[in-house]
Nanobody, 122 residues
Framework: QLVESGGGLVQAGGSLRLSCVASAPYLRTYAMGWFRQAPGNEREFVASISTRSTQILYGDSVKGRFTISRDNTKNTLYLEMSNLKPEDTAVYYC?????????????????WGQGTQVTVSS
């Protein structure tokens, strides 16, 4: 129900825009978020956004560099990533949280995409 795209290989300092399309239109009524996971690491919170974009949270490691947004008319979640660093390399997942407004906890999300790989070279 969630399909991410936009990942790829980019040099440090570059930018990427990730998208996540929700196939079920009712998902537009729920909180959405981005997480990432690098090999050998736990899943890390990146950003979360409420249904009407009135509340947004960012992980400390991406504040000031990443921007989360959503277009409910297109059932799409976005993540604008700039000033990318090698440590941003990971598989990025979008998620939907049915029972939260915004959340940094992966356990509070109910639906997950398959992920898109982002690789930042130094």
């Amino acid at each position: 129900q969630l399909v991410e795209s936009g990942g790829g290989l980019v040099q440090a300092g570059g930018s990427l825009r990730l998208s996540c399309v929700a196939s079920a239109p009712y998902l537009r009524t729920y909180a959405m978020g981005w997480f990432r996971q690098a090999p050998g690491n736990e899943r890390e919170f990146v950003a979360s956004i409420s249904t009407r974009s009135t509340q947004i949270l960012y992980g400390d490691s991406v504040k000031g560099r990443f921007t989360i947004s959503r277009d409910n008319t297109k059932n799409t979640l976005y993540l604008e990533m700039s000033n990318l660093k090698p440590e941003d390399t990971a598989v990025y997942y979008c998620a939907v949280g049915v029972h939260v407004i915004v959340s940094a906890s992966a356990n509070e999300y109910d639906y997950w995409g398959q992920g898109t790989q982002v690789t930042v070279s130094s």
